[in-house]
């Protein structure tokens, strides 16, 4: 996922045909899956907007239709379209909550404030979210654990956020593999 202009935040992305009758999969990126029919129209990076229609839960998915979607060849044109809702539509955060959006971007930095990234993305496989940095100077991607014993600090108004501990995150030894 891409770092997102502040005026809106990708919501769900829009997966394969379901069954004959125009409906889709939605893989929602909220934390709970149904709040995505809460915001009201959904817009795409290309200018089209879609209101769902009618949802029910899938297997790790949602199966919605969407107005003006009337059959599978219509469906079919839609699979991997994110969509997005307006900022101000989403709830506020409480406390230690970060929009995924509003993390991709910020510079990585050790306890003494080197710098050792930039974060691209944020992924969650089912064990917890996983923040994916792409190192100052090399061309692979880590993946590291976004916990308080690994990111103690997050600094939005500054930025940055501070990696922990030692170790988890050798840029030397990153170089040297992507090197050979």
């Not at 891409?2 to 005026?7: A, C, E, I, K, L």
């Amino acid at each position: 996922m891409v770092r997102q202009d502040h005026q809106r935040v990708c919501v769900a992305r829009i997966g394969a045909a379901h069954g004959v009758r125009g409906e889709v999969k939605l893989w929602p990126f909220t934390q709970d899956p149904m709040a995505v029919t809460r915001y009201g129209e959904l817009s795409t990076d290309d200018g089209r907007s879609f209101e769902i229609e009618a949802v029910r839960s899938g297997k790790d998915f949602l199966v919605v239709r969407l107005k003006g979607i009337g059959d599978r060849t219509a469906a079919e044109q839609l699979r991997n379209i994110d969509l997005y809702v307006p900022r101000d539509r989403l709830p506020e955060l409480a406390g230690e909550e970060y929009y995924h959006a509003d993390l991709i971007g910020l510079r990585v930095e050790d306890r003494n404030g080197a710098a050792l990234g930039t974060i691209t993305a944020v992924h969650n496989f089912g064990a917890g979210d996983l923040l994916e940095i792409r190192p100052a100077g090399g061309p692979n991607t880590v993946m590291v654990p976004f916990t308080a014993d690994t990111v103690p600090v997050i600094d939005m108004t500054g930025g940055r956020i501070v990696l922990e501990p030692e170790g988890v995150f050798d840029v030397d030894a990153l170089l040297v593999r992507a090197k050979g």
